[in-house]
């Protein structure tokens, strides 16, 4: 939550700024590898629904890239 110009913020809110940002680091970490990997920064279609299939595709393929650590995170425990 963004503060008004002269205004302070309540502890609620920075309690609230606190937990979105715990939770906005994984989400930003998510689509940055996107990015990264996949050149994720344009789109290649236009529309709407083909914007959304090359997202869909992407995520897909971010699982299954990181799947083999996964898998070996998961059988150490």
Do not use: D
Not at 34 to 45: D, K, L
Not at 53 to 74: D, G
Request: proline share 1%.
């Amino acid at each position: 939550l963004k503060v008004q110009k002269g205004m302070k913020l309540t502890e609620r809110q920075r309690e609230l700024n606190n937990a979105i940002s715990k939770m906005r680091c994984f989400i930003e970490r998510t689509f940055g590898s996107i990015r990264r990997w996949f050149s994720g920064g344009r789109c290649r279609y236009r529309g709407l629904e083909r914007t959304h299939t090359q997202n869909i595709l992407e995520a897909m393929a971010y699982n299954l890239k990181r799947m083999p650590r996964l898998l070996v995170l998961q059988s150490i425990k």
